[in-house]
């Protein structure tokens, strides 16, 4: 038979950018995994860091090559989407190649005036602030325009400029989020989020035009499919532009566009995307219709969040038992959940790069993966390019680790660290991986395995046993009349 080696090299153009065999043994991004499995076990969460660098600067130099090449007269300016992971150590490492922020919620604030405070921000950083504001929200965003930040709320209905308009002391910018059509698979037309199209001119001349503090800077565009080569996405992104043209032309003060959705993550080892064709594309386009407009081109901004920092997760699990369960279902047992470590395997049927960590030079078979729950749908058996699953054969006593790869965006947020999971499944180890100058690989503990004291702490009981221990039961004797009763 086959070793499961020779079969992912004949599946797929392999070894590739991140993934590489030495010795029978996997590399990701040049890093041992059975090094660092051998120092903290599994399950383990890990994060390499300086995928999230090289994905910033990648799309930053192909966007500024792209306006460069078509002569187009605009800024482009790079914003990470902290609700993909609002961990600090994304943030610093994101911050290290000149970006900007965008935000989707209340306590997204406290986590820019912490930046800010350790000098890692400054008051000229875009801070755009999208999503349906709730008044903490409103209110934080109004004191970061009253002490001087470069905040921008994306307008996300009618009424909520008033609050600005009320509270702020000095000139402030906005934004405008378009309502974008929908797929047209989806349940319902337009989205719940943003100012409908036929809305905007309206909400600009009876609330922006008219006031002496308020200006319009930027229409914000968003569909979830993110940036795909689709007859859908070039005709809103086209929808969008031509609205861009009309409102150029009655409002001097808006000069930009924010394109939100995000590229696509690399979640197979057959994927297969042009960045560079598809961000000359988008230049080109929005160059082409201000040229048809007679309109000067907007300034770019983009909001990144997977492709920020997805590719630089994975989530380690060794493999615990192996069960027959019938003649031909066998099932591979994990030290650890979907539901609880990987929620959108489990809530959105998402499937991310699987590849073993040892054993590649040993025979293979079909499996079935199976987490830690009680629950019927905590298992992998399929994979993005086929309906199922194969692994290295455990037939000695060399215990198989598999890792689950680019899982670096929404897991943790959906998921937790921490907390109280299904069937009170801990959260793994977390370890951050970096690379000095010279190439040094060094590995730190972010997150130790949540403990049975944290999760009983949540739950009250640790609480109720330390009260028990400080109050002495009170004795009550009662009366015979009480008794009888």
């Not at 970061?144 to 609050?163: Q, R, Y």
Request: aromatic share 14%; charged share 25%; hydrophobic share 35%.
């Amino acid at each position: 038979m086959k070793s499961y080696r020779e079969l992912i090299e004949q599946t797929f153009e392999f070894p590739q950018r991140e993934f590489k065999v030495r010795e029978h043994e996997l590399l990701f991004n040049d890093v041992p995994l059975m090094d660092v499995i051998k120092e903290y076990g599994t399950p383990l969460r890990v994060t390499y860091l300086p995928r999230i660098s090289e994905n910033i600067r990648f799309a930053q130099s192909a966007f500024n090559n792209a306006m460069e090449r078509f002569k187009y007269n605009g800024k482009y300016t790079y914003c990470y989407c902290t609700k993909s992971s609002h961990y600090d150590f994304v943030l610093e490492e994101a911050l290290k190649n000149d970006i900007h922020i965008e935000t989707s919620s209340a306590f997204d604030i406290p986590i820019v005036r912490t930046l800010y405070n350790r000098g890692k921000i400054s008051k000229d950083t875009f801070v755009l602030c999208n999503g349906f504001k709730m008044p903490k929200y409103k209110e934080y965003i109004t004191d970061l325009l009253n002490d001087g930040f470069n905040c921008i709320p994306i307008l996300d209905n009618l009424s909520e400029i008033e609050h600005y308009e009320k509270n702020v002391t000095k000139p402030y910018q906005v934004g405008i989020r378009v309502a974008a059509d929908e797929e047209p698979k989806f349940e319902f037309y337009t989205s719940r989020l943003g100012i409908r199209y036929g809305d905007i001119n309206t909400l600009y001349k009876e609330k922006i035009e008219p006031s002496s503090k308020a200006s319009l800077k930027m229409l914000h565009f968003f569909i979830n499919t993110g940036i795909k080569d689709t007859a859908y996405y070039w005709s809103e992104l086209s929808r969008f532009i031509f609205k861009y043209c009309e409102m150029k032309k009655i409002c001097d003060s808006l000069d930009s566009i924010d394109i939100g959705g995000g590229f696509p993550v690399k979640q197979s080892l057959t994927f297969a995307y042009d960045y560079k064709y598809m961000i000359e594309q988008i230049v080109e386009n929005i160059k082409w219709i201000c040229e048809k407009n007679n309109v000067a081109v907007p300034n770019i901004f983009t909001e990144f969040g997977s492709f920020t920092v997805a590719e630089s997760g994975a989530v380690l699990y060794s493999m615990v038992d192996q069960k027959l369960q019938n003649d031909k279902e066998l099932w591979y047992m994990i030290d650890g959940s979907f539901i609880t470590h990987l929620p959108d395997v489990w809530g959105l049927n998402q499937k991310y790069i699987l590849l073993a960590v040892n054993k590649w030079d040993d025979p293979f078979h079909k499996v079935n993966i199976g987490g830690l729950t009680c629950d019927s749908q905590d298992y992998y058996n399929s994979e993005a390019h086929t309906g199922e699953v194969f692994l290295p054969m455990i037939t000695d006593e060399e215990k198989l680790f598999i890792g689950f790869f680019h899982t670096g965006a929404y897991q943790e947020s959906l998921g937790g660290n921490g907390g109280i999971q299904h069937c009170l499944i801990p959260a793994p180890k977390h370890v951050l991986i970096d690379r000095n100058e010279d190439g040094e690989i060094s590995t730190e503990l972010f997150a130790p395995e949540q403990t049975s004291e944290s999760m009983m702490k949540i739950l009250g009981y640790s609480d109720k046993e330390e009260n028990a221990k400080k109050e002495e039961p009170v004795k009550v004797h009662a009366t015979p009349a009480q008794k009888m009763s």
